[in-house]
């Protein structure tokens, strides 16, 4: 194999564009710049919730609660805005990172303190935080015409092509870039998922790591739901019904290791892409949508397979290489 597919993000970018050029010959027009740009802007909620589940996945955790606490903010900002027009938007947008960062805390605090299994947590507070939208709607839809123009449009207005909302999800990807390549948080997230022992002796508190990965992680859910209303200029208790899965998928197929402590932010926007451009031209091309979810289902399993086989071979690699060592340094020895 080429040197330059060694590496995963380019192999899955070229696997992208080979879809799209592929997918193109079937839709005239699909690989337009125009809705190449459409692609990215429908996919720009699940790369914030992706980078939202890696944040959590490196700490050897998960969340499948970031769509739940979408549904429970995006419906409590789209009732503030309903009820008090005339609180600005910055207030509401920061309402909603607030609210999110909030159940973040519950799900860091419930793994950390209590230590209870993080899959186990966030089963729980899936429903809990569904159920809670239910109670703070009663069950009642939030509408369009019930919001202001101002938290509608906000994110639709475009920059040089793009939506806001796009912009809105690069800025998103080179903060988090940012803060796990250059921040201590960063190098503790790494370092608790991929050897948690060594981490405790390096001095790192390996629970507060995972604690601040949840908030970290509700407060872009929490984002999310803002933008996920504004986008969709509706509110329900059901909006994102199983995007938790969809996160997920996209880290693993990204070659975020579930095992913790591996993983690229550009391999996991890479993945939200790569499912971005298949639940695009899907339907397009006639594919019904139950055909969709068993090629999604073979299209994570694969990944999973891939990412094993290649940890696997890592670590035979690493055993190999100690091996040959202490070899070295017995002959040195005699």
């Known amino acids: 194999m080429p040197k330059i597919l060694k590496k995963r993000e380019t192999l899955l970018f070229s696997i992208i564009v080979v879809l799209i050029a592929g997918f193109s ?31 959590v996945i490196l700490t050897k955790s998960i969340d499948l609660s970031v769509a739940a606490n979408l549904a429970f903010t995006g419906m409590a900002v789209a009732m503030l805005n309903a009820a008090y027009p005339g609180i600005p938007l910055v207030a509401l947008i920061l309402a909603a990172i607030a609210i999110g960062a909030l159940l973040g805390v519950i799900n860091g605090y419930l793994v950390w303190a209590l230590e209870i299994p993080p899959i ?3 089963l729980g507070t899936l429903t809990i935080y569904r159920g809670m939208a239910f ?16 938290f509608l449009n906000a994110t639709r207005q475009p920059i040089l092509g793009l939506p806001v909302l796009g912009w809105i999800a690069i800025v998103i990807v080179l903060l988090v870039y940012v803060v ?5 948080f960063g190098r503790a997230t790494y370092a608790a ?24 992680s509700g407060a872009l859910a929490g984002l999310s739901g803002y933008l996920w209303v504004a986008r969709y200029a509706v509110a329900y208790v059901d909006i994102a019904n199983g995007f938790e899965l969809d996160s997920v998928a996209a880290c693993v197929i990204g070659g975020i290791s579930i095992a913790g402590g591996v993983g690229s932010v550009a391999g996991t926007v890479l993945g939200a892409l790569f499912l971005g451009v298949i639940k695009n031209a899907l339907p397009v091309i006639g594919i ?3 055909t969709q979810m068993a090629i999604s ?7 999973v397979v891939f990412n094993a086989r290649r940890e696997r071979n890592r670590g035979r ?9 202490e070899i070295d340094e017995r002959k040195v020895a005699a």
């Open 317 to 325: 690699i690493i055993l190999r290489d100690q091996a040959a060592k």
């Open 25 to 55: 010959t079937r839709a005239t027009g699909f690989a337009t710049p125009e809705n190449l740009s459409n692609i990215f802007n429908d996919t720009a909620i699940l790369i914030i919730l992706a980078l939202a589940q890696m944040t």
């Open 288 to 290: 019904s949508p139950f």
């Open 180 to 184: 796990l390549k250059y921040t201590s």
């Open 120 to 122: 186990v947590v966030t």
């Open 193 to 216: 998922g991929g050897n948690p022992v060594a981490a405790v002796y390096a001095g790192i508190d390996v629970g507060w790591t995972r604690f601040l990965a949840f908030v970290l």
């Open 135 to 150: 109670v703070l709607s009663g069950g009642a839809w939030v509408n369009a015409h019930q919001m202001t123009p101002i």
């Open 297 to 303: 289902g073979t299209v994570i399993i694969l990944a």
